[in-house]
């Protein structure tokens, strides 16, 4: 009996001397792993960035944003899942790096000479220019001599950095960091007389001037700032490799171009007249047909991009009329209004709902294998130039070795059909190709200002960018 006792005592405590060894090693193992190979055992990848419309931000169809879009190609193409922290200020971004609560920055963040010292910056996906902006209609300084008012920027960025090396020739050149702001702050509080200048980011800007027409540039400070993320000096650089030869398939692939594209294609151009003119019909004029747009929207399409088309065909006017015969909110032609059974194109919601269900058409014919957002940018450019215009334009984008199912190549083909040498060889022949790339990027934007405006519940005035879960911040 006690033998037996004996014999269990020294089986258990052999046991436990097993299992303590095979901890041992496992652990052992678990340190002798990169980075990258804890980060696929996990099947993690752990990004902090910051909320705004260049970044990270939850839209009508979840997270978005280029930073997000972009880690979250990155985490399919490490085959993990991604995560996502967000960080109010840069201080935040950068602490969280540091202390490996997360493996990459991804904040819009510019490669600095200072920052190099600390982190490992990824090949840089974007190319800025950084602008000093007022508010328009005030004095306009040209150069850092001539500020009049208080200059203010975000605390740790690389605007402060610039402001640094700026104060070398300008002795008088003085500023206030800020982290309580963020990007948008600071435009608002510009817009709304609290301050006098900020630093901005062009692309940030790109976005921002579209709520902001009276946003005013007085000069470029710094041309050419690459932007890239940022990995902590103190991991191995077996994720900073891996995120390298991402970069190097994203160029190659034009899933970069692509994604630029979806961001910032529709916003090369900026006309002062034009968005403050769209601000104040939107606040004005709109609100009464919006109750025609959601009815004509039914559940399958989105009111907001129905009355973005709207303002892009007459301005919200009824009455509108072109010399060519189309009339009313949607501008419909004689036969199209027929064939949809419409009695009167000047009412404007009979007009919304010809146009709802003709769109409706067209979304039908778009073949399903093209992604959102080219399939609705696709139908789009469609409704204004015709089927069988896009479909040609799409067969020569093919010819010429580009992707007929992504618009960022198909964008490039549709002003083709302006020339001989290529309607000769299509179907339906000559087109004014370049109004569909134009009436495309115009309605993109109207589009994108109206969901600013009427966020899903609806309510005038609300940000989107306010809907983010607050568990998802770092304090
Ligand atoms: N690119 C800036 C930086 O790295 C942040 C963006 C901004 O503040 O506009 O500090």
Not at 106 to 120: D, V
Request: one cysteine or more; a neutral charge.
């Amino acid at each position: 009996m006690l033998n037996k006792l004996q014999n269990r005592k020294c089986n258990r405590s052999r046991f436990v001397i097993i299992m303590l060894t095979a901890y041992i090693l496992a652990a052992c193992n678990t340190n002798n792993q990169t980075h990258l190979q804890k980060i696929k055992a996990k099947g993690e990848l752990r990004i902090v960035t910051r909320q705004g419309p260049t970044t990270y931000f939850i839209g009508g169809n979840g997270p978005s944003g280029f930073e997000y879009d972009l880690a979250a190609r990155f985490a399919e193409f490490l085959g993990v899942s991604l995560s996502v922290i967000s960080s109010d200020d840069l201080d935040g971004i950068m602490s969280t790096v540091n202390a490996g609560k997360a493996d990459l920055a991804a904040a819009g963040l510019t490669i600095t000479p200072e920052r190099e010292k600390l982190y490992h910056f990824s090949p840089p996906y974007q190319n800025i220019d950084v602008k000093l902006v007022f508010k328009q209609g005030k004095y306009w300084p040209r150069n850092f001599d001539q500020l009049d008012g208080k200059l203010t920027v975000l605390a740790q960025s690389s605007h402060a950095e610039l402001l640094l090396q700026q104060k070398k020739h300008y002795a008088m050149l003085s500023w206030h960091e800020s982290n309580q702001l963020a990007v948008e702050d600071l435009v608002e509080s510009i817009v709304d007389d609290s301050l006098s200048y900020t630093l901005i980011d062009s692309n940030d800007l790109s976005l921002q001037r579209r709520y902001h027409p009276e946003l005013a540039i007085a000069f470029t400070v710094a041309k050419d700032q690459q932007l890239a993320w940022a990995f902590s000096r103190k991991d191995d650089d077996s994720l900073y490799q891996a995120a390298t030869e991402f970069f190097s398939f994203m160029q190659k692939s034009g899933d970069l171009a692509q994604l630029q594209e979806i961001y910032y294609g529709h916003l090369k151009t900026f006309d002062y007249v034009g968005s403050t003119r769209f601000l104040q019909a939107a606040q004005t004029r709109l609100p009464q047909f919006i109750p025609f747009f959601k009815s004509s929207a039914k559940q399958n399409l989105d009111w907001k991009l129905l009355a973005a088309i709207a303002y892009q065909e007459s301005h919200w006017n009824p009455k509108a009329k072109s010399p060519t015969g189309v009339r009313g909110m949607m501008m419909l032609t004689l036969p199209t209004a027929k064939h949809l059974g419409i009695k009167s194109r000047l009412d404007p919601k009979q007009s919304i709902e010809g146009g709802a269900r003709y769109f409706e058409q067209i979304l039908k014919k778009i073949p399903k294998r093209i992604k959102e957002p080219d399939f609705t940018w696709m139908a789009l450019a469609a409704y204004n130039v015709g089927f069988g215009h896009l479909e040609d334009a799409r067969i020569l984008t093919q010819f010429q070795g580009g992707d007929p199912d992504k618009w960022i190549d198909v964008k490039e083909r549709l002003p083709l059909l302006r020339q001989r040498k290529w309607y000769k060889f299509t179907r339906h022949g000559y087109a004014r190709g370049d109004e569909p790339v134009q009436y495309v990027d115009n309605v993109r934007r109207y589009y994108e200002v109206l969901k600013w405006l009427y966020d899903d519940d609806e309510k005038p005035g609300d940000n989107p960018l306010e809907e983010i879960n607050p568990e998802q911040q770092v304090n």
